[in-house]
């Protein structure tokens, strides 16, 4: 288990709250220090940050400039 308070990296934690915030309702800025998460769910966050900053869409596999597309 993880909770939002042990993510030390300043920059992670305000990515993880945005993705916590789409995802569970969160009001935008709101998600509570001692929300946790299970190892399973802390590494789709990860990804879905990968996702984010790569430009994929949700229903796309590569990036939007990657020629595999």
């Known amino acids: 288990m993880i909770r939002v308070l042990h993510i030390l990296d300043p920059e ?36 879905e940050i990968k996702r984010r900053e790569s430009g994929m869409f949700d229903d796309e596999e590569h990036p939007l400039d990657d020629p595999r597309s």
Do not use: H, Q, T
């Not at 929300?35 to 802390?42: L, V």
């Open 12 to 47: 992670l934690k305000g990515k993880v709250c945005e993705v916590l915030s789409d995802w569970r309702g969160f009001p935008a800025g709101n998600v509570p220090e001692w929300f946790e998460m299970d190892d399973a769910d802390y590494v789709d966050i990860l990804n």
